[in-house]
């Protein structure tokens, strides 16, 4: 069963950071790109971030950001892990939220680069990791 699972997630205090991971079982994350999204407890889901499966070479990917997350947060991957992360800094108490990680298999890229944050690009989910900021 292909599944996407998320961790890393917790209870923090502002001004932390924290690394969420998100690993592909039972498939190869290396032909999807990875989206991040988050619900937070008004169950609003909101585009984080988004990085591509393929780049101009070597670890070198292609990364999107939702306008409000391009200072604290820094989305990356590593295939080698099957493995995507999004890292947060400097941590706010209204980063409080579940944070989920989505799968689009070999999206057409430049399709993609226009309309990164639709959901409709994403066919894997996974559960979500919670991230609780206390101030």
């Known amino acids: 069963q292909v599944r996407l699972v998320e961790s890393g997630g917790g209870s923090v205090q502002a001004g932390d950071s924290v690394k969420l991971s998100c690993t592909l079982f039972?498939?190869?994350?290396?032909?999807?790109?990875v989206g991040w999204f988050r619900r937070t407890p008004d169950q609003e889901r909101e585009f984080v971030a988004a990085?591509?499966?393929?780049?101009?070479?070597?670890?070198?990917?292609?990364?999107w950001y939702g306008d409000l997350f391009k200072a604290r947060f820094t989305v990356s991957r590593d295939n080698a892990k099957n493995s995507a992360y999004l890292e947060i800094g400097n941590l706010k108490p209204g980063d409080t939220a579940a944070y989920l990680c989505?799968?689009?298999?070999?999206?057409?890229?430049?399709?993609?680069?226009?309309?990164?944050?639709?959901?409709?690009?994403?066919?894997?989910w996974g559960q979500g990791t919670p991230v609780t900021v206390a101030s």
């Open positions: 989505a799968g689009a298999r070999l999206p057409n890229f430049k399709e993609f680069g226009q309309t990164y944050y639709a959901t409709f690009w994403y066919d894997l």
């Open positions: 990085i591509s499966w393929t780049g101009p070479g070597g670890d070198t990917f292609f990364t």
């Open positions: 039972g498939g190869s994350l290396a032909n999807h790109n």
